[in-house]
């Protein structure tokens, strides 16, 4: 494709930890898909990725140990940036056919804003006039902080569709009418996928947004309104990519997945039967407990639903809750609903938030062991504190950091709700949950 060349860029990740579970720049895929289909040539280079070998990537996740930030001194981990190296990726750059008139780079956790900061500077170093614009979690959720230390050139808050491809004439005087109507998700040109190395696992979005509120999670704050895809639509769009790659794994990135069920996931499921296109299906964002009953297991059976995950976030119910999507009996029915359909106990793996604010051992404990007792597999998911949340006036309030000023301590590896951390307290909870005490 001839025209103008835009760059989209996925930074690393500086973090003690990271796992490449079914994690994917889908925000920025479907922007190179919108400026693609609108005349731009593109490129995408993925900084969170596997090295590649004979073409395919290969191996864990590199890490390359780095200097652990002041804000983290005395911590006893070892902190690092996972990814690409910076030589693979200067390679990539003088690698490109022609200078980029533009850099686009996304972020996600507010506290990975390091390897943003890294992955920019590289960017300029090679292309100083080339005009760096932010966008993503962080720089929605962090604006300012954005602003005053990711090194772009501006930065976009909320989604990016709407508003690109004026963005873009104003950098570079290109008036480029939008391919497709931005507002409408049916619309919307298909996510650059293609774009990335790695085609095992297919990232879907069947809707935008949420019709929950939980108070710990930003998912309306990045997408104020909710809006679905029609069934016929999301069916097409794994039948194009099942036939241009001939993939079989697909993770959904939908946060209420099965909401309203019958006009929206049961019908995809059973365009996708229909068609016999032998898919696997992957939960990573959690399911609605209380939507899993005996039809629903049995769908998900039927269709391959291969990893399973519940949002369930504690079985404490009353007013220490920190949410009421989930009522009393919704996990009993769901868990039975699904060993009933023929799941395995460890195929059915239950998110429990710790490191809440104000939140007790013994209601972890509790969780752990009720979950296992119903025949499910506890999964410990550590809480952290997102800025604008309903949660996030408490977390700051609680926290033995200063939350507001640095997004570093919103990292959930140094739990900064909990006054009293210790790892001998996290490794006990979390061998509980791997059943091995």
């Known amino acids: 494709m001839t025209g103008p060349l835009v760059l989209c860029l996925n930074p690393w990740v500086y973090d003690f930890a990271a796992h490449d579970f079914y994690a994917r720049p889908l ?3 479907y922007l ?24 395919k990537p290969t191996g864990k996740l590199p890490k390359e140990l780095l200097p652990t930030p002041a804000a983290f001194r005395g911590l006893p981990r070892r902190y690092g940036r996972y990814g690409i190296s910076p030589a693979d990726l200067k390679q990539r750059l003088r690698r490109l056919p022609q200078p980029p008139v533009a850099i686009l780079v996304t972020s996600l956790m507010t506290y990975w804003y390091p390897g943003v900061q890294a992955t920019i ?8 006039n080339v005009p760096i614009i932010l966008g993503g979690i962080y720089a929605t959720l962090c604006p300012e902080h954005a602003r005053r230390h990711s090194g772009a050139d501006s930065v976009i808050t909320g989604s990016g569709e709407a ?10 005087g290109i008036d480029v009418a939008p391919a497709v109507h931005v507002p409408d998700p049916d619309n919307m040109a298909y996510p650059a996928w293609d774009l990335l190395s790695d085609h095992r696992v297919l990232p879907l979005l069947t809707s935008r947004g949420c019709p929950l509120s939980c108070p ?7 997408e104020p309104q909710y809006r679905r895809r029609r069934p016929e639509n999301v069916i097409s769009e794994l039948v194009y990519w099942r036939q241009r790659f001939g993939m079989a794994e697909v993770a ?21 039967l229909s068609r016999g296109l032998l898919l696997r299906f992957h939960t990573p964002n959690g399911m609605h407990v209380g939507l899993i009953d005996s039809r629903m297991a049995r769908w998900l059976k039927r269709a391959n639903f291969a990893t399973l995950r519940l949002g369930l976030e504690t079985t404490v119910t009353g007013a220490t809750r920190p949410d009421r999507k989930v009522q009393s009996g ?27 604010p104000h939140q007790e051992d013994a209601e972890i404990v509790e969780s752990i062991r009720q979950v296992r007792r119903l025949g499910a597999t506890p999964v410990l998911t550590q809480y952290s504190p997102i800025p604008h949340t309903a949660l996030w006036s408490e977390a700051v309030k609680v926290s033995r950091y200063d939350l507001e000023a640095e997004p570093l301590y919103h990292n959930n590896s140094i739990f900064p709700c909990w006054p009293e951390f210790s790892w001998r307290r996290y490794t006990c909870l979390k061998n509980l949950a791997m059943g091995k005490v």
């Open 121 to 128: 500077a590289l960017a300029r170093e090679q292309f100083p």
């Open 32 to 55: 190179a898909g919108l400026l693609r289909a609108s005349g731009f040539r593109v490129v995408c280079i993925d900084c969170a990725s596997r090295p590649l070998n004979g073409g």
């Open 330 to 356: 919704d996990l009993e029915r769901a868990v039975a609903a699904l060993r009933e359909a023929g799941y395995a106990s460890q195929e059915i793996g239950v998110y429990l938030l710790i490191g809440l």
């Open 252 to 272: 959904f990135y939908d946060d209420a997945l099965l909401f309203e069920a019958e006009n929206h996931l049961f019908p995809i499921l059973e365009g996708v």
């Open 163 to 172: 508003n690109i491809l004026e963005i873009l004439k104003d950098i570079t």
């Open 216 to 222: 710990y999670c930003a998912s309306r704050l990045l």
């Open 27 to 29: 925000g920025l895929l």
